[in-house]
């Protein structure tokens, strides 16, 4: 059952201003270490497009999943989107914050089993769409959807 949906699409222009004025701490604040050293080895336009849909993905997960906590809200840089030996997108879901935060505490909060995840590039832009997917709410519709699908009449 879907449980959320996020979409987000930034600059890739953005994200090379980014990080040609961030110190490289306030890089890490961003991203992961692995996202930081993927986007390293690509090196020049290819690690900015790549830092983009990092960024991109943070947005399209948090969206997916914030409205369906407690809080409404989590920290960004507990999410880390890495890519399969084919090439596919990821969310790690045992990455580990600086701050003890991992995504999978989220997930185990919102009753989420699966995120799955789409990345593209076309010109200056960056985008990710995620999908949540997961168990029933516990009046048996997800709760993502149950605020604009009526329930079906019985």
Do not use: C, W
């Amino acid at each position: 059952m879907i449980k959320g949906i996020g979409i987000d699409t930034t600059r890739i222009s953005r994200i090379e201003k980014m990080v040609n004025t961030l110190t490289d701490g306030a890089l890490g604040r961003l991203f992961t270490e692995a996202e930081l050293s993927e986007a390293a080895n690509r090196g020049g336009a290819a690690s900015y497009e790549y830092l983009a849909t990092r960024f991109a993905a943070k947005e399209a997960v948090f969206k997916a999943l914030a409205p369906l906590t407690e809080k409404k809200r989590f920290d960004l840089r507990i999410v880390e989107t890495l890519n399969t030996p084919d090439g596919a997108p990821y969310v790690n879901p045992i990455y580990k914050s600086l701050q003890g935060e991992k995504l999978d505490s989220i997930l185990q909060e919102t009753g989420v089993t699966a995120l799955h995840i789409s990345m593209t590039t076309e010109g200056d832009y960056a985008t990710a769409f995620v999908i949540a997917e997961g168990i029933d709410g516990p009046s048996g519709i997800s709760p993502a959807l149950a605020i604009i699908t009526p329930p079906r009449a019985r």
